[in-house]
């Protein structure tokens, strides 16, 4: 049973595709806004849904956030956002009640890549909260396991012992026939070790073509949030903020 208490911990939901709604709701993949090479994969973009929500269903201290912005130029609606339409739709798929549902579910709508999925839903948290996660749980393709939590939580200094990590792989990683997908898994491990942050204009530039709608990429939405959370970030001559390294940030404790 929730209490009044703030939550401790954090789910992220790394989306991956645009659900625009529809009769199937959401098993008819001609619903879906996705780029070529994830064709056969909405299935799994489900199963991670419904993994975050047995997630949160078994720990009554955590809250869930769908993490991604509206990176299609064709529709508006923002990952995020068709991520929590699809599971209030299917009723959370039988795992929560809309009362345990109440609350406890969130959508980040600017993150442009999985960096961003992980930093932008920290301080989504204690934006809502005023508290930051004692504990993340990274919900994904089981092949970006290395990147989210030995590359983005090592960037920021969220502490690993405290980061849980639950990945649901598609069809073509598994079967191994997506063979262009398992070469592109060693390439961006071996970008982000090369740029953790992400700052570099080949990562930044990925970004950049995600945001159609121009989503402003800063870390807080304005100046006093900035402020009063303590993280410690600075402003590029390009005008991007960016966490600053080698120093602790106020969720690392």
């Known amino acids: 049973m929730m209490t009044s208490d703030p939550p401790k911990n954090l789910i992220i939901v790394c989306c991956h595709g645009i659900w625009l709604g529809g009769p199937s709701l959401g098993h008819d993949e001609n619903e879906w806004l996705i780029a070529g090479f994830q064709k056969g994969e909405t ?38 956002r068709s991520y929590a339409n699809l599971a209030s739709t299917n009723t959370y798929f039988g795992i929560l009640s809309d009362a345990e549902a109440a609350g406890r579910i969130f959508g980040e709508e600017r ?19 005023g508290t ?17 939590v030995d590359c983005h939580c090592s960037a920021i200094g969220f502490p690993l012992d405290r980061v849980d990590f639950v990945g649901v792989d598609p069809p073509g990683m598994i079967d191994g026939s997506n063979q262009a997908a ?40 304005n ?12 402003w590029s001559t390009e005008g991007e903020e960016y966490l600053m390294e ?4 106020p969720w690392s404790y």
């Open 43 to 80: 299935p799994t973009f489900i199963e991670h849904i419904k993994a975050g929500l047995h997630v949160l269903k078994n720990d009554a201290s955590s809250v869930l956030i769908f993490s991604g912005g509206p990176t299609r130029k064709e529709d508006r609606l923002s990952e995020a």
């Open 111 to 129: 993150a442009l890549d999985s960096y961003y999925n992980v930093l932008f839903s920290l301080t989504k948290f204690w934006e809502n909260h």
């Open 132 to 148: 930051w996660p004692r504990k993340l749980t990274l919900v994904s393709h089981a092949f970006k396991r290395e990147r989210l």
């Open 182 to 221: 398992m070469k592109g898994i060693v390439e961006a491990i071996t970008q982000w070790k090369e740029d953790p942050h992400g700052k570099g204009e080949l990562l930044a530039g990925k970004r950049r073509k995600r945001n159609p709608w121009g989503i402003p990429q800063t870390l807080f939405v």
């Open 223 to 234: 100046e006093d949030d900035r402020t009063r959370s303590g993280v410690q970030s600075f």
């Open 246 to 249: 080698g120093v602790s940030q």
